[in-house]
């Protein structure tokens, strides 16, 4: 089934530490997939996206990795700030589900000044 | 950018009533609009596409005459929550999507807090 609707994992940073978060996605025909921030009572913030002819795209302080061999994205935050703290969501497009973003399961990201 | 708004951002309704959330693409033509729903420290769950000028293609297990998905025009999706329950308290976010961007181009709305008393 889908990767949706889990209790989100946590991941704790101290301030100007890296920050890695994971997300499995369940789709192998997706070839669209998105990192997004969502603090508290707002909607997903866009971070950063990658399209599946790309194994690594990179933007200002953030990385994201795609490991299409086994549905595996990762997403990297250099020199981490506590405005950074909030829950990370990953998603998916494209394939059968072509034009639905499918959102997979989150990590809330708390950073210690 | 590409911006969206979504109105009321907070509404507190009693059991029975039935709720409008609004979500209008600003800058943009969207011709196709998504509604998610999110539980607390929960994952976005898409509940429904919204097609401008046609029906709304709901996900499995989502009522259809309990959210009822109007999108009578290219910047405008409304979502009607009917004869509202507690159990439908919950977070509401829509999405558009600029179909002239590179990208797939979603763009999200702030998002409506129901609360049903």
């Known amino acids: 089934g889908e990767n949706v609707g889990l209790h989100l994992p946590t991941l704790s940073v101290q301030e100007g530490d890296n920050s890695i978060i994971n997300c499995a996605y369940s789709?192998?025909?997706?070839?669209?997939f998105i990192w997004y921030k969502q603090e508290s009572g707002k909607g997903p913030q866009f971070i950063i996206d990658?399209?599946?002819?790309?194994d690594k795209r990179q933007g200002q302080r953030v990385t994201v990795l795609l490991n299409k061999t086994v549905k595996h994205l990762s997403l990297q935050i250099a020199a981490t700030q506590p405005g950074d703290s909030a829950v990370y969501f990953c998603?998916?497009?494209?394939?059968?589900?072509?034009?639905?973003?499918?959102f997979g399961q989150g990590t809330i990201l708390t950073v210690h000044p | 950018g590409a911006v969206v708004s979504q109105h009321p951002s907070r509404v507190i309704c009693k059991s029975g009533t039935s709720v409008k959330i609004e979500c209008r693409s600003l800058?943009?033509?969207?011709?196709?609009m998504f509604w998610y729903r999110q539980f607390p420290k929960k994952s976005l769950m898409l509940m429904a596409t919204?097609?401008?000028?046609?029906?709304?293609?709901?996900e499995q297990g989502v009522e259809k005459d309990k959210f009822l998905i109007n999108h009578a025009s290219l910047t405008l999706s409304t979502l009607t929550v009917t004869s509202a329950h507690p159990e439908d308290s919950s977070f509401y976010i829509c999405?558009?999507?600029?179909?002239?961007?590179?990208?797939?181009?979603?763009?999200f709305g702030s998002g409506t807090r129901l609360t049903v008393v």
């Open positions: 999405s558009a999507r600029d179909t002239t961007r590179v990208s797939y181009g979603y763009t």
């Open positions: 789709n192998s025909a997706s070839d669209y």
């Open positions: 990658i399209r599946s002819n790309m």
């Open positions: 998603a998916e497009a494209g394939g059968t589900s072509y034009g639905k973003l499918t």
């Open positions: 800058d943009f033509q969207a011709t196709t």
């Open positions: 919204s097609n401008e000028g046609s029906k709304a293609t709901y």
